[in-house]
Antibody, heavy 121, light 107 residues
Framework: EVQLVESGGGLVKPGGSLRLSCAASGFTFSSYSMNWVRQAPGKGLEWVSSISSSSSYIYYADSVKGRFTISRDNAKNSLYLQMNSLRAEDTAVYYC??????????????WGQGTLVTVSS | DIQMTQSPSSLSASVGDRVTITCRAS??????LAWYQQKPGKVPKLLIY???TLQSGVPSRFSGSGSGTDFTLTISSLQPEDVATYYC?????????FGQGTKLEIK
């Protein structure tokens, strides 16, 4: 069974840092692109960042560029999101989601259960 | 960047009704369009990819169509379990933008 399990969320003060992890199982992790998506309380889905299977291609939403860093460790079947200079507007549930194996099939499926990040003093 | 606009933002319909949600891209995206369903308090779930391909396990009352800039998600006969918010997403290139969502309720 394909499974994605996020961890690392919590309460952090504005300006602080947090590192999210996503543990993958049930598929060949190193063959797929991966993604982070967030959802602020009561709001819609916002794409945050994507990374290709070999980490050759990395993309960020403008809202997090320069503050967040996506990475992966294919040996550990894990995806990461390092979040620095956090702001109140970064408060959200963060989901990791699997992308595709090749260009053109990058829909997001499946999604993890999410981890809540709260930025507040 | 390409914007994705869904309409309506919310919708109330009766069980058995045919329901249509539209998604418009500000520029052409060929058929690189996915639809997701998010039930209250749950994780988003892929319904349709490549604009019209039904994901495995999704009921056949769901269908998608369109190409270029205009896309539709149709539920042929609304069921109580379809209460959810539906999102479209372009995935051909970054940013992989989502629509703002359409909240579907039962009348």
């Amino acid at each position: 069974e394909v499974q994605l399990v996020e961890s690392g969320g919590g309460l952090v003060k504005p300006g602080g840092s947090l590192r999210l992890s996503c543990a993958a199982s049930g598929f060949t992790f190193s063959s797929y692109s991966m993604n982070w998506v967030r959802q602020a309380p009561g709001k819609g889905l916002e794409w945050v960042s994507s990374i290709s299977s070999s980490s050759s291609y990395i993309y960020y939403a403008d809202s997090v560029k320069g503050r967040f860093t996506i990475s992966r460790d294919n040996a550990k079947n894990s995806l990461y999101l390092q979040m620095n200079s956090l702001r109140a507007e970064d408060t959200a549930v963060y989901y990791c989601a699997r992308g595709g194996m090749i260009y053109g099939d990058d829909w997001f499926d499946p999604w993890g259960q999410g981890t809540l990040v709260t930025v507040s003093s | 960047d390409i914007q994705m606009t869904q309409s309506p933002s919310s919708l109330s319909a009766s069980v058995g009704d045919r329901v249509t949600i539209t998604c418009r891209a500000s520029q052409g995206i060929s058929n690189y369009l996915a639809w997701y369903q998010q039930k209250p308090g749950k994780v988003p779930k892929l319904l349709i990819y490549a604009a019209s391909t039904l994901q495995s396990g999704v009921p056949s009352r769901f269908s998608g169509s369109g190409s270029g800039t205009d896309f539709t998600l149709t539920i042929s006969s609304l069921q109580p379990e379809d209460v959810a918010t539906y999102y479209c997403q372009k995935y051909n290139s970054a940013p992989r933008t989502f629509g703002q969502g359409t909240k579907l309720e039962i009348k």
